[in-house]
């Protein structure tokens, strides 16, 4: 694994695809934490909701730097030592962890906290806790802020498939030989969108929707790529960092549908969604909340 991570690292940088100087930095990239902390306490304060500022804080990342190493454990870690937070830098499920913590806080310290809690099963840092897989860990255990809404999103057109996840297989594909207190092998089924019918339910998608793209053809994973989908002046737009041009960008909705109407890897699209009840103006969840929100 760290052989194919460090040719992806080679690759990138030989053909342009790292950044080379700050000016190819995103709005939020060029942010200090005490920048980011007053813009955190300001936003808490006015009359947004969580998805408004998912719009926001969304934006703020796009033509961010994409790499497959933007995050790690942190530096006292064992393996993967890249940082716990990085805004220089980012990818598929960091960007959509980092704009879901941003999106809950009113300052840095409490943002840093909720990250960790959206990453890790229970706020603990480590490779084992680590949510890694996104329909088999990272939404189960953030069932305290969002709901899976593949099926009210899809109404008539729901679909559905099983796949068996082994963390086992995972860890020992990362080289690591502690596999004490990790999670059994499970069978798996979640809802979905097909892809052939993702035109048919716009009118069902709201804004900050958070997405997973799932693997048509494999039959030991889900997700092959998260988004989110934001409204911006009536229409609906994807974002996501990609490796498509190893950055973060913006596409209409069924412009990029289009884009991607040939492809055959892909089965379709699940749907998840901040809760409701947290989903309110002025709203912000504090970290030491979270323990008693997951009893809810």
């Known amino acids: 694994m760290k052989k194919i991570i460090t040719v992806l690292i080679v690759a990138a940088f030989i053909f342009g695809c790292k950044p080379e100087s700050p000016a190819q930095r995103s709005e939020i990239g060029k942010m200090t934490p005490a920048q980011i902390d007053s813009m955190l306490r300001v936003n808490a304060k006015k009359d947004y909701s969580v998805t408004d500022r998912i719009r926001l804080y969304s934006e703020m990342f796009l033509g961010t730097p994409y790499s497959w190493t933007a995050t790690g454990d ?60 996104t329909m088999a860990d990272w939404l189960p255990e953030n069932a305290w802020l969002l709901n899976d809404v593949s099926r009210k999103v899809g109404g008539e057109y729901t679909a559905s498939m099983t796949r068996t996840i082994s963390h086992d297989t995972f860890f020992r594909g990362k080289g690591l030989e502690d596999l004490r207190y990790i999670k059994p092998d499970r069978s798996i089924t979640v809802e979905y969108v097909p892809w052939e019918h993702l035109d048919k339910v716009k009118d069902n998608i709201r804004n900050g929707d958070i997405v997973a793209m799932l693997f048509a053809n494999r039959d030991d994973i889900f997700s092959a790529h998260m988004l989110m989908i934001l409204e911006k002046d009536g229409k609906l737009y994807f974002r996501e960092a990609s490796t498509s041009n190893y950055s973060t960008f913006e596409t209409e909705y069924d412009t990029w549908l289009q884009e991607r109407a040939s492809s055959r890897r892909y089965a379709g699209i699940a749907f998840m969604r901040v809760k409701e009840e947290i989903n309110k103006r002025n709203a912000v969840v504090l970290p030491w909340r979270i323990t008693e929100l997951k009893k809810k």
């Not at 990085?86 to 009113?106: K, P, Q, R």
Request: hydrophobic residues 35%; charged residues 15%.
């Open 74 to 133: 942190g530096p006292y870690a064992i393996l993967e030592t890249w940082p716990l937070v990085s805004f220089d830098s980012t990818n598929c499920m960091v960007y959509c962890e980092h704009v879901l913590a941003l999106s809950i806080s009113d300052s840095w310290d409490h943002f840093f906290n909720n990250l960790q809690q959206i990453r890790y099963k229970d706020g603990i840092i480590g490779m084992k806790t680590r949510n890694h897989y």
